[in-house]
Nanobody, 125 residues
Framework: QGQLVESGGGLVQAGDSLRLSCAAPGPTFSSYSIGWFRQAPGKEREFVAA????????SYGDSVEGRFRISRDPAQSTVYLQMSSLKAEDTAVYFC??????????????????WGQGTQVTVSS
């Protein structure tokens, strides 16, 4: 079946940019929608962004709209989250997840059946 593996996290300063990667090996995940969620200490998991299997539709959480961009490269079986103008409140563990309904770019965690282990993003102010 394969698994999702996030990478690209790290420590940056406020205002910096960072790109996260989610390796989603095919052929199974190539037909899945992929989402990014994040969880900060003591807080609930928060939807960040999602993209359908064909990349025809994307969606974003209110707190990242206009600053983050999700994309996918089918040839590399990878989904990216480009984060710009980072803020201290973006500090969290970022997870990617796969939704077998490749036509949904939903913010509902229960629709995602596969999850990665997460990558830490820390933004210093």
């Amino acid at each position: 079946q394969g698994q999702l593996v996030e990478s690209g996290g790290g420590l940056v300063q406020a205002g910096d940019s960072l790109r996260l990667s989610c390796a989603a090996p095919g052929p199974t995940f190539s037909s899945y929608s992929i989402g990014w969620f994040r969880q900060a200490p003591g807080k609930e998991r928060e939807f960040v962004a999602a993209i359908t299997w064909s990349a025809s539709s994307t969606s974003y959480g209110d707190s990242v709209e206009g600053r983050f961009r999700i994309s996918r490269d089918p040839a590399q079986s990878t989904v990216y989250l480009q984060m710009s103008s980072l803020k201290a409140e973006d500090t969290a563990v970022y997870f990617c997840a796969a939704n077998p309904n490749g036509y949904q770019s939903t913010d509902y965690p229960a629709t995602y059946t596969y999850w990665g282990q997460g990558t830490q993003v820390t933004v210093s102010s």
